[in-house]
């Protein structure tokens, strides 16, 4: 314990395993807003409290009940615990607590309070502006869908133009149809909208929930977002629980086909659950989201945004102060200049003072004088410490200056090469896992084709039309691969390759080869970045 005098108050720190204590206040992650504004975990309530509530079947309540008899009833005959874990011919007798929600519905409890994580996301810009950025440059600029592997192939193999032209066609058919189907499932929702729910729970809280209802007939019919601050894994990996206002649901995991009677529910039907999370080794059940390892960053932003905020409040600082000699001042008037600096200047800047002076005495002069105490612009404090902050909040998301608005300083250089990195090392990675997870909803539709995130663009219109040009010449695509990507209709002839005339082919495999001595002396001296300037005349051959 650190003891710091300061005037006439002392200011105590202490330190413990959560974080710091000023003056008796918690400033860890759990205590960077009001005690009132957090919300306590509805599962840490006693067992007797949650038997009360809804969707708990009865049997599963008695049960419980006789449970917690004999565990409190003294000399009560011994019975191992049927928790569930055994092997061969043998079972585990660990005991798994019962006078919590935790061991009632024997989930396991998250590492960091979901609803605490999920208030962050709100009170923090710096949180909430990088986590908006990652979810707009993955999930938000919407999804495709793509040939599978097996139907490229497929496509391929056919020799028979007219064949390959009427499939293509019922493939663009089917494609919009699997697209409606997964706009369907939602009455409230796009599927955008709804996974940009899922993905907006995964960066705050580390964890996402998406939900799968079925049919009577076994087809999904219900794809919607479950919050994940209301939702815990069980132990046993058999599926998870939600308690909201006091009811319970029992959720399974998607595509278990294993016959599982709900372990205290009433629903003999429950939705599955698609769970994604961002691992983290400390804990194999849930995830955790960037801003942890930058919570003190976060915490001190907070502190010294309220400081300054503070100082407006309770400002009691004269811009001007009148100091007179020579003269005394009446009780009146210091009793009016008293309350004057105690109550009425505070938190009001712009106020004037008139004092009365007595007139002059014999023999004594009187002096007034009026001096500047703080007339000049005022900035805030830790400004500095601020900026040292953000730039760790946004390390931790990995998310550039320029994606969340605020690009002062930043060349378009820096930028551009700031966004390639995002791109390639944040993006699209995140996006790859997102559409495994996805792909078994699409391939109990078909298997024709796989959902594909659209992503970054770091190139423009004009630059992708001269690579496409490239690869239609180069045969590398067909015309009406082009023309897929490009969200048209295909055409008849666009399942032959380009054909190119004799001098154009030569000008192409010189171009791919490299074989022109000017060409490659121009390649081999040329810098490593692009500067879009035309070449001066006689720096060699160009491209048509």
């Known amino acids: 314990m650190e003891i710091q005098k300061t005037g006439k108050k002392c200011l105590e720190v202490q330190e413990d395993n959560e974080g710091f204590i000023i003056n008796g206040r918690d400033i860890g992650l759990d205590h960077l807003f009001e005690k009132t ?10 067992t007797e409290e949650i038997l009360k509530y809804k969707g708990i079947s009865p049997n599963f309540k008695r049960n419980i009940k006789r449970k917690l008899e004999k565990a409190i009833t ?43 994580l999920a208030k962050v996301y709100e009170v923090s810009s ?80 580390g964890n996402g929930f998406l939900e799968i209802g079925r049919k009577t007939t076994g087809e999904i019919g219900y794809i919607g977002h479950i919050p994940a601050a209301t939702m815990r894994v069980r132990r046993l990996r058999d599926g998870f629980v939600q308690m909201v206002m006091g009811q319970f649901a029992y959720f399974k995991n998607f595509n278990d086909d294993e016959e599982l009677s709900p372990p ?30 930058a919570q003190n960053a976060m915490a001190g932003n907070e502190f010294s945004s309220k400081f300054n905020l ?72 830790f400004d500095k410490y601020r900026k040292t902050n953000l730039q760790e909040i946004l390390m931790a998301h990995r998310v550039p200056m320029s994606k969340i608005g605020s690009a002062e300083g930043i060349s378009l250089a820096a930028a551009k090469d700031a966004d390639k990195t995002f791109k390639e090392q944040v993006t699209r990675p995140a996006q790859d896992v997102l ?32 690579i496409d040009e490239r690869y239609l010449r180069m045969q590398v695509l067909l015309p009406n691969e082009v023309r897929t990507r490009l969200n048209l209709p295909p055409i008849p002839t666009g399942n032959d390759p380009v054909k190119l005339s004799g001098q154009q082919a030569a000008d192409q495999t010189a171009q791919g080869t490299g074989n022109r001595q000017r ?26």
């Open 37 to 46: 504004v957090i919300e306590t975990d509805e599962f840490k309530k006693p």
């Open 74 to 116: 003294p000399g009560a005959q011994y019975t191992p615990p049927n928790n569930g874990i055994g092997g061969d011919d043998a079972e585990s007798k660990q005991l798994i607590a019962l006078q919590w929600g935790y061991g009632l519905f024997d989930v396991v409890e998250p590492p960091y309070n979901p609803v605490t």
């Open 126 to 205: 710096a949180n909430y502006a990088a986590i908006n950025a990652k979810v707009a440059n993955i999930v938000g600029l919407g999804y495709k869908l793509e040939y599978t592997l097996k139907t490229k192939q497929k496509l391929e193999a056919m020799t028979d133009q007219e064949k390959v032209a009427k499939v293509r066609r019922k493939l663009e058919g089917a494609k919009e149809e699997v697209l409606d189907w997964l706009d369907s499932r939602n009455d409230d929702n796009t599927f955008t909208s709804t996974l940009t729910k899922l993905y907006l729970d995964l960066e705050a809280t």
């Open 264 to 293: 205290f529910g009433l629903d003999p039907r429950p939705n599955e659950i698609i769970h994604i999370y961002n691992y983290t080794p400390t804990n194999t059940y849930y995830g955790i989201p960037a801003i942890i390892s």
């Open 310 to 381: 503070e100082y407006f409040e309770n400002k009691a600082t004269p811009r001007y102060i009148f100091w007179v000699k020579g003269a005394k001042l009446s009780r009146d008037a210091e009793a009016k200049l008293f309350e004057f600096f105690q109550n009425n200047l505070r938190g009001q800047s712009h106020r004037t003072l008139v004092v009365p002076l007595p007139g002059d005495e014999a023999g004594s002069k009187v002096e007034v004088k009026m001096e500047a105490v703080e007339n000049g612009v005022q900035e805030g404090s």
């Open 435 to 466: 559409q495994k997870k996805i792909q078994g909803i699409i391939a109990e539709k078909t298997d024709l084709f796989r959902l594909v995130f659209n992503e970054l663009t770091l190139t423009d219109e004009d630059t992708q039309s001269k």
């Open 519 to 544: 060409d490659q002396q121009r390649q081999a001296n040329a810098g490593d970045g692009e500067t879009g300037q035309r070449n001066p005349q006689g720096d060699g051959r160009q491209q048509a």
